[in-house]
């Protein structure tokens, strides 16, 4: 691909680089060792989520050097940019879990702004961690320029007393540790191996359920989501990212041309059919509101109860991401769901071809069995379900992979709690009874603010052995790793008036994921009563990102987005 072939007159780096008006930008440029050629060459950015906060991303900065090479061997120039990342498993269980989804827009936000800021041509935006994907992805459909999802790969398993075990067994070890069935000798021996290597949580948590939507939305290169960070392979395929770049600006192939509402659908299969994060429903419809397209809650969760599920990974099943790779990546299980009539094939996807070409040469892999056969899943039914009820009239979602159906309904009164802490601290001291379900509230977007998940309460009541013998709902979030009986996504969520900020203690709330229902066994006379009685009340975010965030956010039901989206625009970046 020769880039003196691409007419820079429609690009926007044409307004940092053409016409003697120009030089001042040029000599900038200039500075940094770029010469006159590549000046004139399309402009990439090349956008990383690097840190050393985390083992997801500390390979990202050595990624992006092949991802480079890729562009500028296809005769594009590369400009290389970070953004933050928060990792929730570092902010987890405490006050720092409140700026993990707030991130999400902050990396959209700063993508688009140094993207903008420069006027680059492409971009390629590599990420490792749970809401960092999806930030990512957000920021290249809001700027429409031909663009390439990397993921930088999972982690490796780490291996304790003959068995692999991920960073969820830590988690429970926490709870085993509360009841004195672990001791401190084993609990310092597991958390030294739990996490052997660079990347992210290893199972089918959030990042790995966003890798997966990355190929199946066709914003990223087949199999290139599932490669672990260790894997040298990685550096093959981001260099034919930033080769593949190139050809998409010749082809002017966007990203709002790849994600339409077919390709949404698509991604909604794969988490489903994987036993994915509940987290996949709140970005799927922010990812789709910046194309303009409306996919909230309610459409997610339609995917989820027609699609099998048929990938047996943790935290419900067997396998890590290692495992599904090895077996035949991605593309095997996008393959059976697709010969079984569970994904549009005629969608276009950023190697140039629709997801029917791009899988047209894969075979079935019958040594194996991380991934089941459609026609012949592990249920018949998606390992996450969509709730809806009188408890939460704008949804609610709950993961049931790995829970048999006998144990998907749930029937008990409610045990109260304003705030994460208060239920974890009454559950570290087993201040509650089996039967339960225990409500943590004022955890949502807005009255978080920040919409924190909740894997430090749940893994310690499954390491204390009662994880499937108490409910537990919440406006807030459930991490990837969160298994049990866990419901998510309450909405309204308490700080707006919702229904669950007018439990009491004692009411009796049954739930039914088979149904799909979650309701509060009261008459809509007393709800009304109490609704007239409750009161707002105000978070401890009074200044800084998290009250400017709690002033803008919306709905989970609507991805919890805090800007008009696609529908409001009158021109995208990738035109001006």
């Known amino acids: 691909m020769d880039a003196r072939r691409i007419d820079k007159s429609r690009l926007p780096s044409r307004h940092v680089t053409e016409g003697p008006t120009r030089a001042p930008h040029r000599s900038y440029l200039y500075a940094m060792g770029l010469t006159r050629e590549q000046i004139a060459q399309p402009l990439v950015g090349v956008a990383t989520c690097w840190n050393e906060a985390a083992p997801c991303n500390i390979s990202l900065m050595r990624q992006a050097q092949a991802v480079k090479k890729g562009v500028a061997a296809a005769a594009g120039t590369p400009r290389e940019f970070c953004t933050i990342t928060v990792t929730d498993g570092m902010a987890m269980g405490h006050q720092g ?10 990396i959209a936000d700063s993508v688009e702004l140094t993207m903008r800021g420069h006027c680059y ?25 031909p663009s390439i999802f990397i993921y930088g790969g999972s ?29 401190d000798e084993d609990l310092t ?19 790995n359920t966003m890798a997966t939507v990355s190929e199946a939305i066709g914003l990223a290169l087949p199999y290139s989501a599932g490669a672990p960070a260790p894997y040298e392979i990685r ?23 790849i994600v339409t509402r077919k390709a949404l659908e698509n991604a909604a299969t794969v988490v489903a059919a994987s036993g994915g994060s509940t987290n996949a429903a709140l970005h799927l419809p922010a990812i789709a509101h910046e194309a303009g397209l409306k996919f909230d809650l309610f459409d997610v969760a339609e995917i989820f109860r027609r699609t099998p599920y048929i990938a047996d990974l943790k935290p419900g099943g067997r396998y890590v991401a290692k495992d599904m790779f090895e077996a035949g990546g991605i593309p095997l299980l996008m393959k059976t769901l697709l010969d079984n009539g569970f994904m549009h094939g005629d969608v276009m996807t950023v190697a140039g071809r629709t997801m ?23 249920t018949p039914t998606g390992g996450v379900v969509g709730l809806k009820g009188n408890l939460a009239p704008d949804g609610a979602i709950v993961k049931v992979a790995g829970i048999p159906a006998e144990k998907q309904t749930f029937r008990g009164p409610a045990r109260v709690f304003d705030g994460e802490e208060a239920c974890f601290e009454a559950v570290s001291h087993r201040r509650y009874k089996e039967g339960e379900v225990l409500v943590i509230r004022y955890e949502g ?8 998940e909740m894997l430090s309460t749940t893994a310690a009541l499954y390491g204390q052995g009662m994880g499937d013998r108490v409910a537990l709902i919440t406006d807030g979030r459930f991490s990837g790793a969160t298994r049990g009986f866990c419901i998510g996504h309450v909405g309204p969520e308490a700080a707006t008036g919702g229904p669950i900020g007018l439990l009491q203690d004692g009411d009796v709330i049954a739930i ?21 009685a409750w009161r707002s009340r105000e978070t401890d975010a009074t200044s800084g990102y998290l009250w400017k965030y709690a002033q803008t956010v919306g709905s989970a039901r609507d991805g919890a987005v805090t800007h008009p989206g696609g529908a409001a625009e009158k021109e995208a970046y990738a035109d001006i």
């Open 121 to 145: 041509d492409a971009l390629v935006g590599m990420a490792g961690c749970d809401k960092s994907l999806p930030g990512m992805m957000m920021a290249m459909v809001r700027l429409n320029v």
């Open 189 to 207: 021996e597991l958390e030294q191996v739990a996490c052997p290597s660079a990347g992210a949580c290893g199972a089918q948590f959030t990042a």
């Open 445 to 452: 977007p807005k009255g978080g603010p920040g919409m924190r």
């Open 512 to 532: 039914d994921a088979i149904r799909g229902t979650i309701d509060v066994e009261l008459s809509e006379e007393e709800l009304s009563r109490r609704r007239a």
């Open 155 to 183: 982690i490796l398993p780490g291996s304790f007393r003959g068995r692999q075990v991920t960073v969820q067994d830590l988690f429970e070890a926490v709870g085993k540790y509360s009841v004195g069935e672990m001791s």
């Open 356 to 378: 029917a070409e791009n899988l047209a040469g894969v075979k079935w892999n019958p040594d194996q069995d991380v991934v089941k056969p459609a026609d012949k899943p592990i």
């Open 235 to 257: 550096d093959r395929f981001c260099a034919m990212a930033g080769e593949k770049v190139m050809e998409l600006i010749a082809r002017n192939i966007r990203p709002r041309d």
């Open 97 to 106: 879990m409140k700026s993990s989804l707030p991130s999400r827009e902050v």
